[in-house]
């Protein structure tokens, strides 16, 4: 339900705050009090085109934020914020907030996340329905209307049935499609991903092996450089004159001498015997290093070559090996079900043929299964127009097949293969015509709620607004309109714009808007009457402040289907 609507800056209001009830609200006031402007904030919130000029005068913004219980909410709505990619509902709240300014910004949030107007809204029809010379009425919608039709039969699961067949044959087609070319086409991919795959397979590559090459071409490169270094270490170590070998060696000598003559001078005898020995160790090294250095010029050219076919499969099919290899895979796959296209097709042909038997035969079930309903949903929607003061109306429901191009089979949408319009004749002897087509704001919104009254129990919108729903009617007829909306508010939230006390006395919370003048300007405010003040406004909607009129207000109070003072 809609527990909060506030409004800033629009029209007559300056700063308004709504907090609503459960059950049937009702919004009365003098004419120009600014009621409409109610319905029109909600409206924006709900994603309708914002008219820039509605910004109150002297200001340059206009917020309108509406918030709604989850507990009322399908899940269906909770699946279409996470689809696309709005925040999820806390405090069992569902926050709606629009923004937009005399410059032309334009601002909308779901749960405090940034979206789109469209996004805004679509989520706004599952939402609120809004009956009355406003463009809000999913009723009006065929697709809606066959949905309808489904949920007065409970015909979901068939329904359901039905859309899952499409989707499946939907998937499949798109499957065939990819199969199917021109045969010069067809050879052209083959020819490609054969080429791919071989030349991907014959360099038979391994996912690091890039870098065990590339180190390896470097070793091999470097090798007539690394052979000339360790043999000029190697002579100057031992092989040329004078060597350090040589000069380490005279060097002992006179260390030695040196010795005898100060034996305190042994530790320097005693380190150049250990550095001696170190060169030697390193004589050693060198001349095994040297050993081991390949000059192999043909192991060379192939490292070269074999580093050149790899970067040139990485520039062909990938940044990295690994990318190479799976591009490969992917091609192997992609060839074997080329080479396998009749197999293939022949498969999916069946399983095409097999689906969309199952689809027919389902289609057509579903299809009669509607019929079978019309009949029913005529004269139960009938029932209801007549207490609504249309006692001699017909209500009708058209239902056809969905067309083809000329020579095709039909092709059935998710919802099946029926097409569906509500048609309406007010008066006896007149034509019924489509819902859609209806001139009368006071007429559509009787027939809706006759509608609504019918499908209270199927209906997943949880918020139903009527505007205008007393025009040109009075006394029974208004007595029954309000009886009808207090009926339907058992199951769903109702709010309800009226002029006729007899409509206003159903209500299970009551709202009276006034204009005041504050500072000089005039703006509009809203509060919820309590039972004295109730009757003091009913008094007023039936002529005036007469003893005569309150005794006629606490009466009507009294008989507005138990709604007495609260």
């Known amino acids: 339900m809609l527990t909060m609507l506030r409004i800033k800056n629009l029209a007559l209001v300056q700063d308004l705050a709504l907090e609503l009830q459960p059950g049937l609200n009702v919004i009365t006031g003098e004419t120009g009090a600014g009621k409409s402007i109610l319905i029109g904030a909600l409206t924006l919130v709900l994603g309708e085109r914002a008219d820039r000029t509605l910004i109150r005068s002297g200001t340059d913004t206009c917020v309108v ?110 499957k065939k499609t990819a199969l199917i070319t021109d045969e010069q086409t067809y050879a052209q991919q083959l020819d490609l991903l054969r080429f791919q795959v071989r030349d991907i397979a014959a360099a ?4 690091d092996e890039d870098a065990a090459v590339g180190e390896a071409h470097q070793r091999a490169t470097s090798a007539a450089r690394r052979l000339e270094l360790g043999q000029a270490a190697l002579n100057l170590l031992g092989d040329t004159e004078p060597s350090l070998l040589t000069q380490t060696g005279a060097l002992g000598r006179i260390l030695q001498e040196l010795q005898r003559l100060d034996p305190a001078a042994a530790p320097l005898a005693a380190a150049q015997e250990q550095a001696a020995a170190q060169w030697r160790d390193l004589q050693t090294e060198l001349a095994h290093y040297v050993d081991r250095v390949d000059l192999d010029p043909a192991r060379l050219r192939e490292l070269e070559n074999r580093l050149n076919l790899i970067q040139t499969l990485k520039r062909k099919y990938g940044p990295t090996l690994p990318g190479v290899i799976a591009f490969g895979d992917d091609a192997r796959r992609r060839l074997a079900s080329l080479e396998q296209r009749d197999a293939e097709l022949a498969r999916l042909n069946a399983e095409l043929e097999t689906v969309g038997a199952e689809l027919r035969r389902r289609g057509r079930d579903l299809s009669a299964r509607r019929r079978k309903l019309l009949p029913r949903l005529r004269k139960a929607v009938e029932r209801e127009l007549g207490a609504l003061g249309f006692r001699q109306s017909r209500f009708d429901i058209t239902l056809g097949t969905r ?4 020579g095709l089979e039909v092709s059935p949408a998710d919802t099946g293969f029926d097409t569906i319009e509500f048609q309406f004749a007010p008066n006896p002897g007149e034509p019924g015509r489509p819902l859609r087509a209806i001139a009368s704001s006071g007429e559509m919104a009787r027939v809706m709620l006759g509608l609504k009254t019918v499908l209270a129990a199927e209906d997943e919108i949880p918020v139903l607004i009527f505007d205008e729903v007393d025009a040109n009617i009075g006394g029974e007829t208004a007595h029954a309109v309000g009886a009808k909306m207090r009926q339907i508010a058992t199951q769903r939230q109702v709010l ?33 009457l309590e039972p004295a003040a109730r009757v003091v406004e009913l008094a007023r909607m039936l002529g005036g402040p007469t003893d005569a009129a309150r005794r006629h207000a606490a009466a009507l109070l009294g008989s507005g289907s138990g709604a007495g003072p609260e």
């Open 204 to 207: 038979r590559l391994q996912p």
């Open 65 to 174: 934020e509406a918030v709604f219980d989850t507990q009322s909410l399908a899940p269906s709505v909770e699946a279409f914020l996470d689809a696309s990619g709005l925040e999820p509902c806390a405090d069992r709240q569902l926050v709606l907030k629009r923004s937009f300014t005399a410059a032309g910004a334009n601002r909308q949030f779901v749960n405090g996340s940034p979206t789109t107007l469209a996004t805004l809204a679509a989520l706004g029809e599952s939402l609120v329905d809004i009956h009355g010379p406003h463009d809000h009425q999913s009723l009006l919608h065929p697709d809606r209307q066959l949905a309808i039709l489904d949920a007065f039969g409970n015909l979901g699961p068939a329904r359901q049935a039905v859309a899952d067949l499409v989707r499946r044959r939907a998937a499949l087609e798109q």
């Open 403 to 406: 067309s083809a191009p000329a």
């Open 496 to 528: 309800c714009v009226t002029h006729l006390p007899q409509v206003a006395v159903h209500g299970h919370a009551h709202y009276v808007v006034t204009k005041q003048l504050l500072a000089g300007r005039t703006v509009s405010a809203i509060q919820r």
